[in-house]
């Protein structure tokens, strides 16, 4: 099992070009036409703040946080 230090030095360049991918998708988006309203008022971008947010607050669970927030929590068919 790797320590801290170890699994940081592993994922390190992924996490690094995963972040600025997102970035640029956001950036992509808010330079499109309607872009920066489409930013402010759309549920998903509210999804992705939500999740960013998570990551930020640094507690454990993160990913499955970040999985609930991006569920549907719609009932089923019966």
């Known amino acids: 099992m790797r320590d801290a230090q170890e699994t ?3 994922y390190y360049f992924e996490m690094r070009w995963r972040t600025l991918s997102l970035a640029a998708d956001l950036d992509r988006i808010e330079r499109a036409e309607g872009g ?3 930013l402010s008022a759309d549920p998903r971008v509210a999804k992705l703040r939500e999740a960013f947010d998570v990551l ?3 507690k454990g669970n993160r990913a499955e946080q970040v999985q609930m927030i991006f569920s549907d929590k719609t009932p089923g068919p019966k």
Do not use: E, F
Request: proline share 11%.
């Open 56 to 58: 930020l607050k640094g």
């Open 36 to 38: 920066p309203a489409k």
């Open 8 to 10: 940081l030095d592993a």
